[in-house]
């Protein structure tokens, strides 16, 4: 696979190709803003080569120029649901540790980490019961 792409945005990557919809609904997801006008600083790829990614091959493909503190993979979990929960991957703290995100919330992360206001395992520790973080 090529390396994925640098940018100062968080990546989001597409890894599942089956539900183009759901594919349009996170996007729209991702590019409106919260109720309070927060929005995620995001990267989108839609790319067939990096179909079927997991978490530990996007690391080995992450160059070393990429400095944002997360990646986020849209799987097949993230389609599958209306919640369109993310993959977020920690690049900083315990490297390769993951949190699904429910896409209307991943501005709550990216923003958070990015500012360096918080930390991945206070996430982590927010999740629901389904392992899935909804917001505070």
Known sequence: MNQLPC?????????????DGAW????????????????????????????GLTPGQ??????????????????????????????VVDLQGERGRCV????AELWGIENN???ANMDFEEFVGAVDDDGVFRGF
């Open 58 to 87: 996007a690391l080995d493909l992450i160059p070393a120029e990429y400095q944002h503190p997360l990646l986020v993979l849209a799987d097949s979990a993230a389609v599958a649901s209306t919640e369109l929960p993310l993959l």
């Open 24 to 51: 349009d609904a996170l996007r729209a997801a991702l590019l409106s803003p919260s109720r309070d006008g927060f929005l995620a600083n995001v990267a989108l790829v839609d790319d067939r080569r990096y179909e």
């Open 100 to 103: 699904r995100v429910v896409a």
């Open 7 to 19: 940018t100062l945005e968080a990546l989001v990557v597409r890894t599942d190709f089956s539900a």
């Open 113 to 115: 980490l990015a500012g």
